[in-house]
């Protein structure tokens, strides 16, 4: 009697001979990391979840006419475990596992919390060296610490900042504290804010394209960057958020001005049990953005 097996949870459900570390230009990490979570819980089941979605992405897209993926390859990585009890050692094992696997490769992180974006930086960093942040959000992420501690999910850019990705441009943003409104006003330097309604208008398109010119990249999504109605499933969900349009669209700007993207990540989908979509639609953005990414040549 002879059997089969399923193939592995990986990326787009992949054949080894499009998944394989050698062959691969992508390679996912996934980081089920999630210690600092404010509100809604769950972020530690995002890239199982969004994993499993993406086995129904179609892998043709009609963006591009073909099968992207299998010409790219996309090799996953298992799941990184960090230290659960010490979230200085858990960053540090974050930020090495990025400067091991980012080279010569587009890195593509998938969370857990958004806090693990700053030690995505702190890795990239030792990579690359310096690049440029571009953060789609419902939150600024500014504070320097929150509940009493610098590595929470509402310090990420803070981090990020810290660890050589700055300056930062957000997009998308809608909650913020007083704090960070200030920030935002005194540190022009570190930080170009586009409001929500800046983005429904179009007013981020040219500073956009300005700002990663020629630049190394780091793309940062937390999927609460979404109207909540699109996007329900995330802890700190946000209403008056972008369209499915306007964040590829940002993508596109991103991928035809910057000198290199270096890596994206896909932060903060905590799966509700028994609802598709939102999983589904984190799983075809991680798709669509690689491909958007890997057009033409890039990367
Ligand atoms: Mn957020």
Redesign the pocket.
Known sequence: MSYEFLPPLNFLGLAEEYSSLERSRVVVLPVPYELTTSYGQGTRNGPRSLLVASQQVELYDREFGGEPGLDYGVHTLPQLAPNYRDPVTAHAEIAAAVAAYAPDKLLCVIGGE?SISGSVARGLHEAYGDFVTVQL???A?LRDEYEGTPYSHASAMRRVIDNGGGPVLQLGIRSLSVDEAEYIHTQPDNVQTYFAEDVHAGKHIAPLADFVRGKQVFLTI?I??FDAALMPATG?PEPDGMTWNEVLEAVRIVARAAGRVLAFDVM?LAPIAGMQAPDYLAAKLTYKVMNILLAKGRV
Do not use: I
């Open positions: 958004h959000d419902a939150h992420d937390d609460d960057c700190t903060e």
